[in-house]
Structure formats: C-alpha cells, structure tokens
C-alpha cells in the first residue's frame, strides 16, 4: 500500500487525525501528531485491510537544530499482506512527550525505555519507563546530539565498605541470633 | 523439625550464568520450580556503538555494525550497505550480489550451527557442539579465505566488496556444501527422535502466533508459530527473488517447533548457497562502477592523476550522501535485521539504528517462560536464539 492510499485509509478510520504521506526512497512513510498516536495506532493493528500487528522497532532521532527536535519512527509490519509502513511523529522541546503504545503493541515496552534511555524522549503512559541499556545512575542521554563526546572524566570506582573489628563482631553475633531463632 | 517455608522466591538468574548466552540477567520469581514471572534486565554490554557510528565516516561504519551481533557479521554490514545504497541510489552488478547472498547464506548456517549447538547442550546433550563446532570451523575458513578475518571479515563494502574472490574459493564453498546435508542428518538423529530432547522441548515455552507478532517477533520465533513472513520472500532485496527455496514453518510454537524450523532453514540455505555458486563467475567485477564510492583499482592509483585523486578523496574525506532516511531490512539468523540510516548530507552518518532481533526476543521471555518449570526457562532462552551483543550494542 503506498503512503497515499494509506493516509486515505487512516483518514476514515480516525476522523479527526491529523496525517500525511511523506515521500520515502524505502517504504511507506506517514507523519503523524503525536496527540492522535494512540488512535492511530489502533486503527493500523485493526484496520480491515491494514493489520499491522508487529511493531518491530521505535528509531528516535536528535535532528537538533532543526524544529521540532526529535523525530520518533514506529516500524510497522504486517506479515500476513505482507506490507510495512513507518510512521514518523515529530516533537520538540528538552522533555519531549509522546504518548505510549505500549496498550496496542506490548513489544513497545523495551523500544520506548531504550528511546527515553538514550534520547530522554518521555513516554506518557508507560508501565515501567527506566534506563535499559545504561546504568541506573547515567546522566543524560547519550545519543542526543548536544551530548558531550570524547571527554575525559575520571574513573569512577564505589568505596569499598569499611567496618572495624567491633563491628565485625557484632555483625558475626547478630547473625548467630537471628538463626538461632529461626532453626 | 522446622516448618516447610513456602514463600516466593526471588532468584537472579545471570548475569554470569552459563546459559544465559552472554549477559543476560533474568530476575525471576519462583514457586517451588514453578516460574511466576520473569523480568529481563540487559545493557550488561552495551558499548555505545550507535554513538560511536557517528563520529565515523560512512565506509568506516562496517567494522562497527559487524560486531553488534557477532554471530551474523555479514547479514549486519549487508543491512547497513544496501540502506546507504538505497539512499545513494546505487544499483551494485549481478556477481556483486549473488557472492553476498552466498555469503549472507553461509553465515546463517554459521550462526545456526552455533544456535544448535549451545542450545541442546543446555538441554544436556553435551555431544552435538563438538560436531557442529567442527563444520563451523569449515565455514568460519572461508571467511578467512575471503578476508584474512573469520569472525569480522567486513567484506562487504559500500558499492560492491572489498576485493575479488580469491583462489580456490569455488573449491572451499563445494567442499562445505557437499559436507552438510549428511552432516544435518547426523545432528537430527541423535536429537529429533530422541526421548530425553523431546520430554525437554515438546509443549515447553509456547507461544501462538498473535502473541508472537504482538511481541514484535519476526523471524524464526513466528515462524515456529505458523506465520510465514520471511523478508526474502515478503520484500526481497540483493535478488533473492530469482532463488528457489522454501520457508519452513511449524504449528505448536513450542521449543521444538522452533528447532526443527531453524534445522530446516538450514537445508534451504544450502539450497540456496548452490543456486549462488553456480551464478558465480571465478574472475569478474567485484563492485558498481561508481567512481563516487568504490575505490579505484591499485593499478591504476599508481599510473593516472585522476585515479590518484579519486583515491585520495574517498580515503581522507569520504564521500556524501544524500539527505535522508532509508531501512531494508534482510532476513538474519534471528530474524528481520535492519539498520535504520538517516543522513544530513554530509559525509558521516547522522544516525544509525539497529534492528536487533535479540532485544525483541529477550523482552519476550517472560511471556514463554512463566507458568513453566525453571529448567524450562533455559530452553526457551536457547530457543529464542539471543546474541547479547546483538542485544545491547
């Protein structure tokens, strides 16, 4: 289906949706309003003759400094037609807001927390959004194109714990107590 | 005598855990041996190529994709170089493309030798890897013949590949060829009708097929579930449309449904790697006529100007390529691989995405696992054929 015909199809399907064909050298592509991403969504997994059921990755994009900043791509695939489609939603702003599609597609949950993680794009509605691939403690958002790159910082290392010999002890009988108790 | 204890258990299963394949880290929640839930926790190795990627030029980016996933190094690079060619609107010659599907081929068997081999040693056949790691090192040899590299041989390049075959390259894929057919046999007969294997994997990490797709798996994950969607059948690239193979599909969507869907694959590839051979021509061109992108010959560099310049400039500043967005997916080992491609104009990646098939199926573990036993969860982790580094990039 080309990216005409789809937006037709979308049109009657989501009245109200603001939609449109954006030319592509590789497959459909529609850019859609974020507001209306849910509805859309929808009506691509359920559409009589759309069905995409697979939502087989989120690619978000710093197009910085253009306006709006961020591009957020849904790579949709229909195996059974077979077709595919992308649909682009653009936001801007340093916390950027797109709802969540995690209700329609549950593979969303891990895309979306690797696009917050990486590019701080929030996901409004998301069950569980943390980092995925950096750790807990990461500051910022690595693959924003204002992220500082090849700077060097000092190694990081955690103090190990230190307890005297008293402590020690007491720890030791402590624990012999608390099994005491239990066996 | 103390009372039986009968809470929930919390269990961390990896990240250094033998059949984790890698780094992944499972948090699970038991009931006696009954898995209450599952929550993947990955990034163990995340390296952050996709940043990297974009400190580099566009030609230097093919060492960097290979290493994500370091089982299929050429179906990587493949995805990322028809993206770019797409987006250059470069057309590469008929040779060009039947060597990169026999070599994108010879690494899914490459890759499923090593998918098979680990998985049932999991399941405690213990023999299988040293058999299927003896016809690897055979096909790994040919990388080396081909590139000097046997894990990494980023031999597929921007506008065609890095160099001519070399000598004997006909007579090293005839010899491989020849020997897997018996070779898969051998691998069937000591698992496919065998008790224990089967008791391991029949009925065991289930899933249907709408729950497959809604969990965004594509690939042989969907495929042992009845979906017949394969990107060399459904949008085909590199000419896979004039090759004559089957897709394979099962019915259960259970462990061995996806075994004996990825042992069947392999069978077609070999099918298909004989159908490339014969197309392949001993000596001719090995990239587009495209003075923009492809390097010009040795010979001439030393011999003419323009030669000279042309080489100088692809080597110091690169070339461009036009503003804008591509994606071709191609099938991989583990499914539908893709390198989403943006570019500004200039002469370096804006970004590049990859399409991991291992994330999707890590996410879905949990959806196979829970309801079963913990030693099931081992085989729907081998079943579901995940390369951590493919995972986290």
């Known amino acids: 289906m080309e990216s005409r015909a789809l937006v037709a199809a979308l049109e009657t399907l989501v009245p109200g949706a603001r939609v449109e064909a954006l030319p592509s050298v590789d497959q459909p592509t529609v850019l859609g309003a974020a507001a209306d991403l849910v509805a859309v969504g929808a009506a691509l997994r359920d559409g009589a003759d759309l069905r995409f059921a697979a939502l087989i990755d989120i690619v978000g994009v710093d197009m910085m400094p253009r306006v709006p900043r961020f591009d957020v791509n849904y790579v949709l695939v229909a195996t059974s037609v077979p077709a595919r489609v992308r649909v682009k939603v653009q936001v801007d702003g340093d916390e950027p807001h797109v709802p969540s599609v995690t209700g329609i597609w549950p593979s969303a949950g891990f895309l979306e927390r690797e696009v917050w993680d990486l590019l701080g794009v929030v996901f409004d509605g998301h069950p569980d959004l943390r980092r995925l691939l950096t750790p807990d403690d990461w500051e910022g958002h690595p693959l924003r194109k204002d992220y500082p790159v090849q700077v060097k910082v000092p190694v990081k290392f955690h103090e190990p714990l230190q307890v005297t010999e008293d402590q020690f002890k007491a720890n030791i009988e402590q624990d012999r107590r608390v099994r005491g108790d239990q066996s | ?393």
């Open chain 2, 1 to 393: 005598m103390p009372e039986l204890r009968s809470e929930v258990l919390t269990v961390n299963m990896g990240p250094q855990h033998p059949s984790t394949h890698g780094v992944l880290r499972l948090v699970l929640e038991l009931d006696g041996e009954t898995v209450l839930s599952v929550m993947p926790t990955i990034g163990y190795l995340h390296t952050g190529i996709e940043k990297t990627i974009e400190q580099k030029k566009w030609q230097q980016v093919v060492p960097l994709v290979e290493r994500m996933d370091y089982l299929s190094a050429h179906s990587n690079s493949f995805s990322y170089v028809l993206s770019v060619e797409k987006l250059l609107g470069l057309e590469v010659p008929d040779r060009v493309k039947w060597i990169r599907v026999l070599l994108v081929e010879l690494q899914r068997l490459n890759s499923h030798l090593v998918w098979l081999g680990t998985h049932v040693m999991d399941l405690g056949a213990m023999t299988v890897m040293l058999y299927t790691w003896r016809e690897r090192e055979i096909i790994l040899n040919i990388n080396e013949l081909i590139a000097g590299f046997r894990m990494f041989p980023s031999y597929i390049r921007i506008g065609g590949l890095r160099e001519d075959l070399p000598d004997g390259f006909h007579a090293a894929v005839r010899a491989i060829l020849d020997r897997l057919p018996g070779k898969i046999d051998e691998y069937e007969k000591l698992l496919t009708k065998n008790e224990i294997f089967l008791r391991r994997t029949r009925g065991v990490g289930v899933i249907s097929r709408a729950t497959a797709l809604a969990w965004g798996m594509v690939g042989p994950m969907a495929r042992g579930s009845g979906d017949t969607y394969d990107v060399r059948k459904a949008f085909p690239y590199s000419g896979y449309e004039t090759f004559e193979f089957d897709v394979p599909i099962g019915a259960a969507g259970d462990v061995f449904d996806r075994y004996m869907v990825r042992m069947n694959e392999m069978r077609q590839s070999v099918r298909i790697c004989w159908q490339a051979l014969d197309r392949i021509a001993a000596r001719g061109v090995h990239a587009a006529d495209d003075p923009r992108v492809v390097p010009p010959p040795k010979d001439k560099v030393y011999t003419e100007m323009e030669a000279l310049i042309q080489h100088f400039l692809i080597y110091s500043q690169g070339f461009t390529v036009p503003a804008g967005e591509a994606y071709v997916p191609v099938e991989g080992p583990r499914g539908e691989h893709g390198c989403h491609v943006v570019s500004d104009g200039g002469n370096r990646p804006w970004r590049v995405k990859m399409r991991s098939p291992s994330l999707i199926a890590c996410q879905a573990i949990g959806t196979m696992a829970v309801g079963g036993l913990i030693a099931d969860v081992v085989a729907v982790i081998g079943s579901s054929d995940v390369v951590m580094g493919d995972c986290d990039r």
